[in-house]
C-alpha cells in the first residue's frame, strides 16, 4: 500500500497562510488522486481539497475555494495544500489520502491515509 507522510502542519494567526505538503512513497500505481481531508476535535473527519495525477483536476471544499490552492509535483510524487486567510474553525488535523478513483469527497472514495499534520489557527 502506499505511504503517505504529511507536513506543514503548525500555530499560525488568523488571516495566515500555511502550505501543507504530502509526500508519496511506497506502490503509487492505481492511485488516481491524492487529497487532503480534515477533522477537528468531536467532529467528523471532512474533505478540503484533491487533485487528479493525470490532468490536474482539482476538487474543493465549497468552504475553501478562494483561499486555498491544492498542487501536484509529479516527480517528487507530493501534493501541496496552499491555505491563506486562515480562520479558527480551519484549525484541525490535516490528512492526506490517496483515490483510486477520479471523483468523490467521501472517506469512502480514499483508501489509504497519512497519519496527520496538526493546523492550528489563533483568534
Known amino acids: 500500500q502506499v505511504q503517505l507522510v504529511e507536513s506543514g502542519g503548525g500555530l499560525v494567526q488568523a488571516g495566515g497562510s500555511l502550505r501543507l505538503s504530502c509526500a508519496a512513497s511506497g506502490r503509487t500505481f492505481g492511485y488516481s488522486r491524492l487529497g487532503w481531508f480534515r477533522q477537528a476535535p468531536g467532529k467528523e473527519r471532512e474533505f478540503v481539497a484533491a487533485?487528479?495525477?493525470?490532468?490536474?483536476?482539482?476538487q474543493y471544499r465549497d468552504s475553501m475555494k478562494g483561499r486555498t490552492t491544492i498542487s501536484r509535483d509529479n516527480a517528487k510524487n507530493t501534493v501541496y495544500l496552499q491555505m491563506n486567510s486562515l480562520k479558527p474553525e480551519d484549525t484541525a488535523v490535516y490528512y492526506c489520502a490517496a483515490s483510486r478513483t477520479a471523483y468523490g469527497s467521501g472517506r469512502a472514495d480514499f483508501g489509504s491515509w497519512g497519519q496527520g499534520t496538526q493546523v492550528t489557527v489563533s483568534s
Open positions: 487533485i487528479t495525477w493525470s490532468g490536474g483536476s482539482t
